[in-house]
């Protein structure tokens, strides 16, 4: 207690106390020495407060300095506080960034996947298609694969009476070249012989008036007559032979034009875009390496013909006007 607590506290006693005052004046020395006592108390308990006081200024100052660290230390806090804030904003817009940018990755997945599923049902719908498709496609696969061997077998045919042709044909050629030296080297044999006639004729027709005919200048006009039909039989045996060897030509390029055309057209008979229509892809490969195998043989084909008439009698392929 306080020096001042305690004398306010004996004064409000001697006011409400009035007995105990005439006691105290009653019994002087016994007041003094309690004084004494008091005053002493009063004393020892300043003394306590100065030190309780020196204590609590000391943790006064110790609270204060401890104050100005906590304030430096919440100024420091606070600064990191608005770093953490400015960071957490930008992250948080970066987050916000990402996060719009995963939602359109997203959303386009979405409208992909969509795509895709809808396209995977296409798929579906077209595979149970070409499954119940699948046997008949079978069966026109196999039908293609016979026409196909007949066409090699025709080929063949068309091959093998190409080449009887090819022999007949230069047979005839052969033949015609040998009756065309033959009938060349007569001609020249004729000529020469109507040339020397016709001058032995003149000859004759100038001495005729200095002497009479023999029998061999009466026989010269027959020998001449018939060394004309011999000439004229000769020239038309050398014609029809090569009408002959122009209709035998003609006659192997028709056949072999036709041949051809009957290849295309077998192997068109029915329209490509239908056959192709329903095809798998590998059936499509298949297919289509089957058609090039069949175009490869016709153009090797044409080019073999083609190749043989060039070597063999290129006036064919010559226009002609008769």
Avoid: W
């Avoid at 004494?36 to 309780?52: A, G, P, T």
């Avoid at 329903?278 to 058609?291: D, G, I, P, S």
Wanted: hydrophobic content about 30%; proline content about 2%; overall charge negative.
């Amino acid at each position: 207690m306080s020096a001042t607590h305690n004398a306010s506290h004996l004064k409000n006693r001697s006011r409400t106390e009035p007995g105990d005052e005439i006691h105290i004046l009653d019994d002087t020395d016994g007041n003094f020495q309690t004084l004494i006592e008091r005053v002493r108390f009063l004393e020892e308990k300043l003394i306590q407060i100065s030190v309780e006081k020196k204590s609590l200024e000391t943790c006064h100052s110790k609270l204060k300095d401890d104050n100005h660290h906590l304030m430096e230390s919440i100024y420091s806090l606070e600064e990191q506080l608005t770093d953490v804030e400015v960071k957490s904003k930008e992250t948080l817009a970066e987050e916000k960034k990402k996060f719009k940018h995963m939602l359109s990755r997203a959303e386009s997945e979405k409208t992909e996947q969509m795509y895709i599923s809808q396209r995977l049902q296409r798929i579906e719908k077209e595979y149970e298609q070409l499954k119940l498709e699948n046997p008949k496609l079978r069966l026109e696969i196999d039908k293609l694969r016979d026409e196909k061997l007949d066409l090699q077998d025709k080929l063949a045919d068309t091959q093998a009476d190409y080449n009887t042709l090819h022999s007949e044909h230069e047979e005839l050629k052969q033949k015609f070249e040998k009756e065309r030296q033959c009938t060349g080297t007569l001609l020249d044999e004729l000529g020469k012989e109507l040339e020397e006639l016709h001058k032995y004729k003149i000859d004759q027709e100038l001495n005729q008036s200095h002497r009479p005919r023999n029998n061999s200048m009466a026989d010269l006009p027959g020998r001449y007559q018939a060394f004309n039909s011999e000439v004229n039989r000769l020239k038309e045996e050398n014609k029809q032979l090569q009408d002959m060897n122009e209709d035998l030509n003609a006659q192997l390029l028709t056949r072999c034009i036709n041949e051809g055309k009957t290849l295309v057209n077998d192997t068109k008979e029915k329209s490509l875009a239908t056959e192709l229509e329903h095809l798998t892809k590998e059936e499509l490969m298949a297919r289509l390496q089957e058609v090039e195998i069949v175009n490869i043989n016709f153009k090797s084909y044409v080019d073999k013909i083609i190749l043989t008439i060039l070597e063999k009698n290129p006036s064919l392929l010559e226009i002609r006007n008769r």
